[in-house]
């Protein structure tokens, strides 16, 4: 079933996050222009300081999230379509850039010494940040230093091309198979797979699990590759983050 057969009370309501693709892109092009923290670098071993950039962090995340669940709920509507592709891949963009842009932020505050972190923690205006702040105190033999955490955040980008090639192949590429189901032929999707393992007839779920799995089975080779790419990855990370002996 394509989308436009479903109907609007089975749909989710996303003019709510946005009115329009056209109120998405006047937000999000001032929120490629808000972004900016380097003022603040070099400055977190001040408690006012480091309250009003964790405020301003704050605020830029929650504009961040806005624009990132349009775009995503946009994208999972049709993973075909062209120009929420697009959207997703400037909306990746920005947040590589952003991750870029706080480079600064855990390396400063790990040199920091831990009886000020200790008195943050301890400080009810940082309150909503006691969390943040004891997992820098934990995290301290794992922070690298900012040229290599900018390096960390350029490269967000790729990183994150595993999990969309997977994406792409599991909601636009995958042959779905067909089944014969009350009466007629009928494609077993993602939801409708859902749907027949809640049958009551056996041979059919078991029809339809095997049919189901094959289709993936058919594309082994490129979903093998893309998660040994991404457990690579994973590992490289590790290592660069001191997560274990290298």
Same mark, same amino acid.
Request: proline share 1%; with cysteine; charged share 35%.
């Given at each position: 079933?394509?989308?436009?057969?479903?109907?609007?009370?089975?749909?989710?309501?996303?003019?709510?996050?946005?009115?329009?693709?056209?109120?998405?892109?006047?937000? &999000?092009?001032?929120?490629?222009? =808000? @972004? %900016? *923290?380097?003022?603040?670098?070099?400055?977190?071993? #001040?408690?006012?300081? !480091?309250?009003?950039?964790?405020?301003?962090?704050?605020?830029?995340?929650?504009?961040?999230?806005?624009?990132?669940?349009?775009?995503?709920?946009?994208?999972?509507?049709?993973?075909?379509?062209?120009?929420?592709?697009?959207?997703?891949?400037?909306?990746?963009?920005? &947040?590589?850039?952003?991750?870029? =842009? @706080? %480079? *600064?932020?855990?390396?400063?505050?790990?040199?920091? #010494?831990?009886?000020? !972190?200790?008195s943050l923690i301890s400080d009810k205006r940082f309150a909503a940040y006691d969390y943040q702040l004891k997992r820098i105190i934990a995290r301290k033999p794992h922070v690298i230093s900012e040229c290599e955490e900018r390096l960390i955040g350029k490269a967000g980008e790729g990183f994150g091309t595993f999990k969309e090639t997977f994406g792409m192949i599991d909601n636009v590429d995958l042959p779905f198979p067909e089944i014969e189901w009350q009466g007629k032929k009928t494609k077993v999707s993602h939801g409708m797979y859902g749907v027949l393992l809640r049958s009551d007839d056996r041979a059919k779920r078991e029809e339809a699990y095997k049919k189901y799995y094959a289709a993936y089975v058919g594309l082994i080779n490129t979903i093998t590759s893309s998660y040994y790419g991404n457990v690579k990855k994973n590992v490289f990370l590790s290592k660069v983050y001191i997560l274990w002996d290298l």
């Open positions: 079933m394509k989308r436009e057969q479903v109907c609007e009370e089975h749909k989710w309501k996303i003019e709510d996050i946005f009115s329009s693709d056209a109120e998405w892109e006047k937000e &999000f092009e001032k929120a490629d222009k =808000e @972004l %900016s *923290f380097s003022k603040y670098a070099g400055k977190l071993s #001040d408690a006012a300081t !480091l309250l009003e950039f964790l405020g301003a962090n704050d605020e830029y995340c929650m504009k961040l999230e806005r624009l990132v669940l349009y775009v995503h709920m946009r994208h999972d509507e049709d993973s075909s379509v062209s120009k929420y592709g697009a959207y997703y891949a400037k909306i990746c963009a920005l &947040f590589a850039r952003y991750s870029t =842009e @706080l %480079s *600064f932020f855990e390396p400063e505050m790990a040199k920091q #010494d831990e009886k000020y !972190l200790e």
